[in-house]
């Protein structure tokens, strides 16, 4: 089924579908409001042929809740006052007029006396989503006069409850206030972010707000029942997206996105405005086989520019850069892991879209390379050998450690007894770990063995370990 104009009006408008079935039925109502128009025209007329038309006058409409933020479907009163001055009889006829630019059933009201007379007119209107407007009166009978706009807005702003680990219940809600702005895109705050953070118990709260995906703003405050925190944002170019206030340290609990749009009337850029990507770099990171990079979006003017990121053809990330005038912005690729092909090397391409042009620059990156295995070498153990005491030498010694490694790898070594090289490189495969050993004989003329030992790993990297021992042949009986 088509929709009509009213109704992708109201759309648009953002009405709930209980305004929007009222604004459908006033229009196919349209005959009968007319005709009872003309009935009330005729009705004023005839008690007032022969004296001048009553003065009327209406007051702006108020809404209940000119601004509501809270749980969703709401309904929002209007009222307003119409004055009218009476020297007898007459016909009031009205209607409301919406934001939308439709107009409501025709009312009429039978008036009578002397003096002024004032009658509260009203209505309540249901939304069941975010939406602002205005409303306003227009009189048609007996004097048609129509009265100021009375504007209200409504943000559907729903709380997110979490716990955190002290069972203390924490919700935060966000909106944008205006959640919209049209006009000169000049310095200042256009759009102003509005976030309420509630605790069950009274506690200092981290927070940070999000604008489309960035952290723009952050801070810790004390709450005690709920506080309300903001930030302002003024954009210099058209735009639209979403704000996020999130609570850290309480399962990082967020509200709901807070929408907001921005048209700049004067933005056209001058038809000299060019963008350029330069200076793009990239690194192989062999921790894990990543690659990341970083490089310049240069602006003449002022300018909206997108950019994507892409590896070896594939699009991985993209992003928008605003310029408020001529400049240069650096915007970085993230380490991204790699598999397959892409670890034997390949290029990263920056491709940006301004307003008048669009740019891409590319470079090469490296091949990951396998990380070095890490050594470690275990702490030396001591043993001893008496045989030698028969002979009136100290006993022999013998040197145990553990060499491990963080992948298979071929192991250098060597062995120092009281600060001197006791052999040349020695070479073990290491698959994880693997025990070695050296030894010496006891000392010439004396009842023990004493100095220092060390381990040394040369490659393929440098560890050791070291301890002194100090040993003695056990004493014979006299």
Same mark, same amino acid.
């Given at each position: 089924?088509?929709?009509?104009?009213?109704?992708?009006?109201? /759309?648009?408008?953002?009405?709930?579908?209980?305004?929007?079935?009222?604004? +459908?039925?006033?229009?196919?109502?349209?005959?009968?409001?007319?005709?009872?128009?003309?009935?009330?025209?005729?009705?004023g007329?005839?008690?007032t042929?022969?004296?001048?038309?009553?003065?009327?006058?209406?007051?702006?409409?108020?809404?209940?809740?000119?601004d509501?933020?809270?749980?969703?479907?709401?309904?929002?009163?209007?009222?307003?006052?119409?004055?009218?001055?009476?020297?007898?009889?007459?016909?009031?006829?009205?209607?409301?007029?919406?934001?939308?630019?439709?107009?409501?059933?025709v009312?009429?009201?039978?008036?009578?006396g002397?003096?002024?007379?004032?009658?509260?007119?009203?209505?309540?209107?249901?939304?069941?989503?975010?939406?602002?407007?205005?409303?306003? !009166?227009?009189?048609?009978?007996?004097r048609?006069?129509?009265?100021?706009?009375?504007?209200?807005?409504?943000?559907?702003?729903?709380?997110?409850?979490?716990?955190?680990?002290?069972?203390?219940?924490?919700?935060?809600?966000?909106?944008?206030?205006?959640?919209?702005?049209?006009?000169?895109?000049t310095?200042?705050?256009?759009?102003?972010?509005? @976030?309420?953070?509630?605790?069950?118990?009274p506690?200092?709260?981290?927070?940070?707000?999000?604008?489309d995906?960035?952290?723009?703003?952050?801070?810790?405050?004390k709450?005690?029942?709920?506080?309300?925190?903001?930030?302002?944002?003024?954009?210099r170019?058209?735009e639209?997206?979403?704000?996020?206030?999130?609570?850290?340290?309480?399962?990082?609990? $967020? $509200?709901?996105?807070?929408?907001?749009?921005?048209?700049?009337?004067?933005?056209?850029?001058?038809?000299?405005?060019?963008?350029?990507?330069?200076?793009?770099?990239?690194?192989?990171?062999?921790?894990?086989?990543?690659?990341?990079?970083?490089?310049?979006?240069?602006?003449?003017?002022?300018?909206?520019?997108?950019?994507?990121?892409?590896?070896?053809?594939?699009?991985?990330?993209?992003?928008?850069?605003?310029?408020?005038?001529?400049?240069?912005?650096?915007?970085?690729? $993230?380490?991204?892991?790699?598999?397959?092909?892409?670890?034997?090397?390949?290029?990263?391409?920056?491709?940006?879209? @301004?307003?008048?042009?669009?740019?891409? +620059?590319?470079?090469?990156?490296?091949?990951?390379?396998?990380?070095?295995?890490?050594?470690?070498?275990?702490?030396?153990?001591?043993?001893?050998?008496?045989?030698?005491? /028969?002979?009136?030498?100290?006993?022999?010694?013998?040197f145990?450690?553990?060499?491990?490694?963080?992948?298979?790898?071929?192991?250098?070594?060597?062995?120092?007894?009281?600060?001197?090289?006791?052999?040349?490189?020695?070479?073990r495969?290491?698959?994880?770990?693997?025990?070695?050993?050296?030894? +010496?004989?006891?000392?010439?003329? /004396?009842?023990?063995?004493?100095?220092? !030992?060390?381990?040394?790993?040369?490659s393929?990297?440098?560890?050791?370990?070291?301890?002194?021992? $100090?040993?003695?042949?056990?004493?014979?009986?006299?």
């Amino acid at each position: 089924m088509k929709s009509s104009p009213l109704a992708r009006k109201a /759309a648009a408008f953002g009405a709930s579908a209980a305004v929007l079935g009222a604004m +459908i039925a006033g229009l196919a109502a349209a005959p009968a409001q007319a005709s009872t128009q003309a009935t009330a025209g005729k009705a004023g007329t005839a008690a007032t042929t022969a004296k001048a038309r009553p003065k009327v006058s209406v007051s702006t409409p108020k809404a209940s809740t000119r601004d509501y933020e809270g749980a969703c479907p709401v309904k929002v009163g209007i009222t307003a006052k119409v004055n009218v001055k009476l020297d007898g009889k007459t016909d009031l006829a009205y209607r409301w007029l919406h934001g939308d630019g439709s107009k409501g059933k025709v009312k009429v009201l039978k008036l009578k006396g002397h003096g002024t007379k004032s009658v509260k007119i009203g209505q309540t209107l249901s939304f069941d989503e975010s939406v602002k407007g205005w409303e306003a !009166v227009q009189v048609l009978s007996p004097r048609k006069v129509t009265s100021k706009k009375g504007y209200f807005s409504v943000n559907c702003a729903e709380e997110v409850v979490v716990e955190n680990g002290d069972d203390k219940k924490v919700s935060v809600s966000a909106w944008a206030d205006p959640s919209s702005y049209t006009g000169p895109c000049t310095p200042g705050d256009k759009i102003n972010f509005v @976030g309420r953070i509630k605790v069950s118990d009274p506690s200092w709260v981290k927070y940070r707000w999000v604008l489309d995906g960035r952290v723009v703003d952050y801070g810790k405050t004390k709450v005690r029942h709920s506080r309300t925190v903001s930030f302002g944002y003024s954009p210099r170019v058209s735009e639209r997206g979403y704000a996020v206030l999130q609570v850290v340290g309480a399962g990082d609990s $967020s $509200s709901d996105r807070a929408y907001y749009r921005v048209t700049c009337k004067d933005e056209t850029p001058a038809p000299s405005v060019k963008v350029t990507a330069t200076n793009l770099v990239t690194a192989t990171n062999n921790d894990g086989c990543k690659v990341g990079a970083h490089a310049t979006i240069n602006s003449t003017g002022r300018a909206r520019v997108e950019y994507t990121w892409s590896v070896n053809g594939t699009s991985v990330d993209k992003g928008t850069v605003l310029f408020g005038r001529e400049g240069s912005r650096t915007v970085e690729l $993230s380490d991204r892991v790699l598999s397959g092909d892409a670890t034997k090397g390949g290029k990263v391409t920056l491709s940006i879209s @301004g307003p008048r042009n669009n740019d891409s +620059i590319t470079q090469s990156y490296a091949a990951c390379v396998a990380p070095k295995p890490k050594i470690t070498v275990s702490s030396i153990s001591v043993g001893q050998r008496n045989n030698f005491c /028969a002979d009136k030498r100290g006993p022999g010694v013998d040197f145990k450690a553990t060499i491990s490694s963080s992948a298979p790898t071929t192991v250098k070594y060597y062995w120092v007894i009281d600060g001197k090289k006791e052999n040349p490189d020695l070479e073990r495969q290491v698959t994880g770990s693997v025990d070695v050993t050296w030894g +010496i004989a006891g000392a010439q003329s /004396a009842s023990e063995t004493k100095g220092s !030992v060390s381990l040394v790993v040369v490659s393929p990297d440098a560890a050791s370990s070291a301890t002194t021992f $100090s040993v003695a042949c056990p004493k014979t009986g006299v």
